[in-house]
């Protein structure tokens, strides 16, 4: 690792360490987040009162306030079907409530076939204005075909509290901070010739604080890093890499008159130690806008935002442009919107490596300039049905493509057009009853072609039902389809259409022990994540997972 990745680290430790207000708070990206099945919440403020009054969020109608901390998932059947996230909680700052036992912790393990095997436990401690929580776990599998076996091993904690300032503005604060470990080992199954393996380190470092109360000043600051090292085993000789990636963001809302003003900034960058000489690609990002009412329930934003950045190659990209929405709130259960708003990007080494695998090591990273970034969405929640319905469409240069035509996947710029419609809801067909859908047409071209994106399927669609057949046993089915999808640039290779059939069901079997079976590909469908990588069969696993408080 070199003098560069070390100074990062150390920074990184100074700054956060020391103090526990500094947190992060992962937003979703706003050109691809859907609602769930309800809407988070934000608004006047309601007093509890305990011990001590803090304050809280109110919902609107039709909304509900989720307050535990943090649910852990159920274990993975294989270890590449279903890609492990890092083990601390991800995205909003961490709810509070009062229970009456202030220890939660729970343990799980399931076997399925492929010699597949996992287990892990759950712990957390929440006291009236502070709170820990952990979580570990293993998984291994016996590999579904040639050199795909491999095993994960995971381990985070992070710690949340409330921090009470004298500043009559700010008041309370909400902070955490949180580190999560994993190891990956695993075949490179599509690499042809002698058996070539691969193990990956992945720290991340969380911190964020943010305002408790979401009325008048907020104030939110981010500050965290991802940490890789890839190792490769492969004749005629091994090869590693590290990449260090931290970033830093913030927003600030107040009220000005009869608008709000609206600001945030963000800053991102790799340290990238590969093989051979290369830059760290970086992206710096800031925005204002104010937002104010121009009718009733009727909302009107406007601004600019500048964005700037470097490619791993050494090149630079800006990009200056307004942005604007329109909102009309219909009412609590209706919403229709406008925007438009340019942007840069840049996709890290975390996420390219998190969506595949099997990606070589050293990938040319570069920020993605969004030149043209518009659309609308409708949103509806009334009575069985939640439903939000969004048409979003980019022009790009530097888009980075999955290029899978050789064995050995790598990332390629392009410039793009892409048009992009999607829906996502729930059917609340009876109280015992429910189903989850969601849907993308995607047509996306590279500029001056006609020919379909790589790895890119135009038409992807979902379902999933779910039956309440007891008290105690719930049953579920579902169905994917995606379009087939070109390998390389030209479409003159393809992965065939695809539809995977599922279906499972949990039990409670004793007051705090419940049994989970899962049938993954139910028909067995024979089909590849790309090419030279062919993915399991049917995968049949049974879980267990124990609440012990």
């Not at 949180?178 to 599509?190: A, C, F, I, K, P």
């Given at each position: 690792?070199?003098?560069?990745?070390?100074?990062?680290?150390?920074?990184?430790?100074?700054?956060?360490?020391?103090?526990?207000?500094?947190?992060?708070?992962?937003?979703?990206?706003?050109?691809?987040?859907?609602?769930?099945?309800?809407?988070?919440?934000?608004?006047?403020?309601?007093?509890?009162?305990?011990?001590?009054?803090?304050?809280?969020?109110?919902?609107?109608?039709?909304?509900?306030?989720?307050?535990?901390v943090y649910e852990a998932p159920a274990p993975d059947s294989s270890l590449l079907l279903e890609r492990l996230q890092p083990g601390i909680p991800v995205g909003s700052l961490p709810r509070y409530e009062q229970r009456q036992m202030p220890w939660r912790w729970s343990l799980e393990g399931a076997l399925g076939n492929y010699a597949s095997a996992g287990a892990g436990g759950y712990i957390d401690y929440s006291a009236e204005r502070w709170g820990i929580s952990g979580k570990g776990g293993f998984h291994r599998t016996g590999g579904h075909t040639e050199n795909s076996s491999g095993t994960t091993t995971l381990a985070g904690a992070t710690i949340h509290s409330l921090v009470a300032t004298d500043n009559d503005v700010l008041r309370t604060m909400r902070a955490s901070f949180g580190v999560s470990l994993q190891h990956e080992s695993y075949g490179l199954t599509g690499i042809v010739g002698p058996s070539a393996h691969r193990s990956r380190n992945n720290i991340v470092v969380d911190g964020r604080m943010g305002s408790l109360n979401r009325q008048g000043l907020v104030l939110d600051m981010n500050l965290g890093a991802n940490i890789w090292k890839v190792s490769d085993e492969h004749a005629p000789a091994d090869s590693e890499v590290s990449v260090v990636s931290p970033k830093v963001d913030a927003s600030l809302a107040a009220d000005i008159g009869a608008g709000r003003l609206l600001g945030d900034f963000s800053y991102e960058s790799s340290s990238l130690d590969y093989q051979h000489p290369t830059e760290s690609p970086s992206l710096l990002s800031f925005a204002g806008s104010v937002r104010w009412g121009i009718g009733n329930r009727v909302f009107l934003q406007a601004g600019g935002r500048y964005s700037g950045g470097s490619n791993s190659s050494g090149g630079r990209r800006s990009l200056v442009a307004p942005l604007a929405r329109l909102t009309w709130e219909i009412d609590d259960g209706r919403s229709i919107s406008f925007w438009f708003e340019p942007q840069m990007r840049l996709e890290t080494y975390d996420e390219a490596v998190k969506l595949n695998p099997y990606i070589g090591r050293e990938l040319v990273l570069q920020p993605e300039r969004q030149i043209l970034n518009f659309g609308s969405a409708v949103w509806y929640n009334r009575g069985m049905l939640t439903l939000e319905v969004k048409a979003t469409f980019i022009k790009s240069s530097g888009k980075s493509l999955t290029i899978a035509d050789s064995g050995r996947i790598r990332l390629e710029p392009a410039e793009v057009f892409q048009s992009i419609v999607a829906a996502e809801g729930t059917v609340r067909a009876s109280e015992r009853t429910r189903i989850n859908f969601s849907g993308t047409l995607q047509p996306s071209f590279e500029d001056g072609t006609t020919t379909q994106l790589p790895m890119t399927p135009v038409l992807k669609l979902g379902a999933k039902g779910e039956l309440d057949v007891l008290p105690i046993l719930t049953v579920w089915s579902s169905v994917d389809y995606r379009s087939k999808e070109n390998i390389d640039r030209t479409g003159t290779r393809t992965l065939g259409d695809l539809v995977l059939v599922g279906a499972g069901a949990t039990v409670s079997v004793l007051s705090r022990v419940v049994l989970s079976f899962d049938a993954a590909n139910l028909l067995n469908s024979s089909y590849s994540w790309w090419d030279g990588y062919p993915a399991p069969g049917r995968v049949l696993t049974l879980g267990a997972k124990l609440r012990l408080q």
């Amino acid at each position: 690792m070199t003098t560069r990745t070390l100074f990062c680290l150390v920074v990184l430790f100074l700054v956060v360490a020391p103090s526990p207000s500094l947190a992060r708070q992962q937003g979703a990206d706003t050109t691809t987040t859907v609602r769930k099945e309800l809407p988070t919440l934000e608004i006047p403020e309601l007093t509890i009162v305990g011990k001590k009054a803090i304050e809280l969020p109110f919902a609107r109608k039709g909304e509900i306030y989720d307050v535990p901390v943090y649910e852990a998932p159920a274990p993975d059947s294989s270890l590449l079907l279903e890609r492990l996230q890092p083990g601390i909680p991800v995205g909003s700052l961490p709810r509070y409530e009062q229970r009456q036992m202030p220890w939660r912790w729970s343990l799980e393990g399931a076997l399925g076939n492929y010699a597949s095997a996992g287990a892990g436990g759950y712990i957390d401690y929440s006291a009236e204005r502070w709170g820990i929580s952990g979580k570990g776990g293993f998984h291994r599998t016996g590999g579904h075909t040639e050199n795909s076996s491999g095993t994960t091993t995971l381990a985070g904690a992070t710690i949340h509290s409330l921090v009470a300032t004298d500043n009559d503005v700010l008041r309370t604060m909400r902070a955490s901070f949180g580190v999560s470990l994993q190891h990956e080992s695993y075949g490179l199954t599509g690499i042809v010739g002698p058996s070539a393996h691969r193990s990956r380190n992945n720290i991340v470092v969380d911190g964020r604080m943010g305002s408790l109360n979401r009325q008048g000043l907020v104030l939110d600051m981010n500050l965290g890093a991802n940490i890789w090292k890839v190792s490769d085993e492969h004749a005629p000789a091994d090869s590693e890499v590290s990449v260090v990636s931290p970033k830093v963001d913030a927003s600030l809302a107040a009220d000005i008159g009869a608008g709000r003003l609206l600001g945030d900034f963000s800053y991102e960058s790799s340290s990238l130690d590969y093989q051979h000489p290369t830059e760290s690609p970086s992206l710096l990002s800031f925005a204002g806008s104010v937002r104010w009412g121009i009718g009733n329930r009727v909302f009107l934003q406007a601004g600019g935002r500048y964005s700037g950045g470097s490619n791993s190659s050494g090149g630079r990209r800006s990009l200056v442009a307004p942005l604007a929405r329109l909102t009309w709130e219909i009412d609590d259960g209706r919403s229709i919107s406008f925007w438009f708003e340019p942007q840069m990007r840049l996709e890290t080494y975390d996420e390219a490596v998190k969506l595949n695998p099997y990606i070589g090591r050293e990938l040319v990273l570069q920020p993605e300039r969004q030149i043209l970034n518009f659309g609308s969405a409708v949103w509806y929640n009334r009575g069985m049905l939640t439903l939000e319905v969004k048409a979003t469409f980019i022009k790009s240069s530097g888009k980075s493509l999955t290029i899978a035509d050789s064995g050995r996947i790598r990332l390629e710029p392009a410039e793009v057009f892409q048009s992009i419609v999607a829906a996502e809801g729930t059917v609340r067909a009876s109280e015992r009853t429910r189903i989850n859908f969601s849907g993308t047409l995607q047509p996306s071209f590279e500029d001056g072609t006609t020919t379909q994106l790589p790895m890119t399927p135009v038409l992807k669609l979902g379902a999933k039902g779910e039956l309440d057949v007891l008290p105690i046993l719930t049953v579920w089915s579902s169905v994917d389809y995606r379009s087939k999808e070109n390998i390389d640039r030209t479409g003159t290779r393809t992965l065939g259409d695809l539809v995977l059939v599922g279906a499972g069901a949990t039990v409670s079997v004793l007051s705090r022990v419940v049994l989970s079976f899962d049938a993954a590909n139910l028909l067995n469908s024979s089909y590849s994540w790309w090419d030279g990588y062919p993915a399991p069969g049917r995968v049949l696993t049974l879980g267990a997972k124990l609440r012990l408080q």
